[in-house]
């Protein structure tokens, strides 16, 4: 049976390879993380949980007892947490080759065996997934050691430059300072990312009180994108992106995305169901996720952040990580986006 054979099943240690020096295997088995995945409109609504067991052929000649001389599994972990934290992925073939480029990122990894598995698919098995295995290329470029946190940093794009994110509330969209802080985030293209709230999109919702908390939920989040949708078809240099590679590819593009946060945030065990849901607090939780230097939001409310209560712990700001600001909706003239 060839290497790239779909299977189901587990990872057994890679055979033999002959003369291959001192070769160690690194093994990680039943590592169970919710993912993003699936081509299917109920796999795209909620993360599934998703089984992963790796095999790891490694240079070991050199360990000699010192945890520095060698490649560290909770490494390799937080790295595959890391890409269960990103962008919605549609295969588990896409997903098993990525992690397999992450544990490339290491210099002193030779051969690798991955397997992934759905847990929750049909009920008849156990799990069904893939398996591959893969070979470091002859043309690799061992040369350079990343730092610790390499693999994490592998998983997940980021921009070149510190981004601040700009957040719009519904009055300040509807308002008569839109064009203003538009024109604003227009002057730093590759250095905004800009986040909408629904608008005159999220009326219908006033409605929906029948409705229970997740659909509301749901209804706003896509209410948002709409917003966002119609204001970047008005001018090309705003880019709709629903992942975090579609926005670090706009910023490098010298362009401004505006966020649809429908697939990076629906789901999420940290992002409450709320019907009440406002883009302040997706943002909040994309200037953690995406490493943001500063967080400005655009409200004439008096409390527009979520209160500590609204929102989980596990994506409340630190405050050493990025600055907040909350300006009001007249501020577009004398506001500092980006520092030069």
């Given at each position: 049976?060839?290497?790239?054979?779909?299977?189901?099943?587990?990872?057994?240690?890679?055979?033999?390879?002959?003369?291959?020096?001192?070769?160690?295997?690194?093994?990680?088995?039943?590592?169970?993380?919710?993912?993003?995945?699936?081509?299917?409109?109920?796999?795209?609504?909620?993360?599934?949980?998703?089984?992963?067991?790796?095999?790891?052929?490694?240079?070991?000649?050199?360990?000699?007892?010192?945890?520095?001389?060698?490649?560290?599994?909770?490494?390799?972990?937080?790295?595959?947490?890391?890409?269960?934290?990103?962008?919605?992925?549609?295969?588990?073939?896409?997903?098993?080759?990525?992690?397999?480029?992450?544990?490339?990122?290491?210099?002193?990894?030779?051969?690798?065996?991955?397997?992934?598995?759905?847990?929750?698919?049909?009920?008849?098995?156990?799990?069904?997934?893939?398996?591959?295995?893969?070979?470091?290329?002859?043309?690799?470029?061992?040369?350079?050691?990343?730092?610790?946190?390499?693999?994490?940093?592998?998983?997940?794009?980021?921009?070149?430059?510190?981004?601040?994110?700009?957040?719009?509330?519904?009055?300040?969209?509807?308002?008569?300072?839109?064009?203003?802080?538009?024109a604003r985030a227009a002057e730093h293209p590759g250095r905004v990312v800009l986040m909408v709230?629904?608008?005159?999109?999220?009326?219908?919702?006033?409605?929906?009180?029948?409705?229970?908390?997740?659909?509301?939920?749901?209804?706003?989040?896509?209410?948002?994108?709409?917003?966002?949708?119609?204001?970047?078809?008005?001018?090309?240099?705003?880019?709709?992106?629903?992942?975090?590679?579609?926005?670090?590819?706009?910023?490098?593009?010298?362009?401004?995305?505006?966020?649809?946060?429908?697939?990076?945030?629906?789901?999420?065990?940290?992002?409450?169901?709320?019907?009440?849901?406002?883009?302040?607090?997706?943002?909040?939780?994309?200037?953690?996720?995406?490493?943001?230097?500063?967080?400005?939001?655009?409200?004439?409310?008096?409390?527009?952040?979520?209160?500590?209560?609204?929102?989980?712990?596990?994506?409340?700001?630190?405050?050493?990580?990025?600055?907040?600001?909350?300006?009001?909706?007249?501020?577009?003239?004398?506001?500092?986006?980006?520092?030069?």
């Amino acid at each position: 049976m060839s290497s790239n054979s779909i299977l189901t099943g587990r990872v057994y240690p890679l055979p033999a390879t002959g003369e291959t020096g001192d070769r160690d295997l690194i093994v990680i088995r039943d590592l169970v993380l919710r993912f993003r995945i699936g081509v299917y409109e109920q796999e795209r609504l909620r993360p599934q949980r998703i089984r992963l067991n790796l095999v790891l052929e490694v240079d070991g000649s050199e360990a000699d007892d010192d945890i520095a001389k060698v490649l560290s599994y909770d490494e390799i972990i937080s790295g595959v947490k890391a890409l269960a934290e990103g962008e919605h992925i549609n295969l588990v073939e896409t997903l098993a080759e990525r992690v397999a480029e992450l544990c490339f990122a290491h210099p002193n990894v030779a051969a690798v065996h991955v397997g992934v598995e759905k847990l929750d698919i049909h009920a008849q098995t156990e799990s069904v997934g893939v398996e591959i295995r893969r070979r470091r290329r002859e043309s690799a470029d061992p040369s350079v050691f990343p730092l610790p946190g390499f693999f994490a940093r592998a998983a997940r794009p980021r921009p070149k430059h510190p981004i601040t994110i700009l957040c719009l509330d519904d009055e300040t969209l509807e308002g008569p300072h839109r064009a203003a802080w538009l024109a604003r985030a227009a002057e730093h293209p590759g250095r905004v990312v800009l986040m909408v709230d629904a608008g005159r999109y999220g009326a219908p919702l006033d409605d929906a009180r029948a409705l229970d908390a997740a659909t509301a939920h749901h209804l706003r989040l896509i209410a948002m994108e709409q917003s966002a949708r119609a204001l970047a078809a008005a001018d090309p240099l705003f880019v709709p992106c629903d992942s975090e590679s579609a926005l670090t590819h706009a910023l490098e593009e010298a362009r401004i995305p505006v966020w649809l946060p429908v697939a990076m945030t629906l789901g999420r065990p940290e992002i409450g169901e709320r019907p009440d849901t406002t883009a302040a607090t997706l943002a909040l939780w994309l200037a953690r996720h995406y490493g943001a230097e500063r967080l400005i939001v655009v409200s004439d409310r008096r409390d527009p952040l979520p209160s500590e209560e609204a929102i989980d712990s596990r994506f409340a700001p630190p405050e050493d990580r990025f600055e907040t600001d909350v300006l009001p909706s007249t501020a577009a003239e004398a506001a500092t986006l980006v520092d030069r």
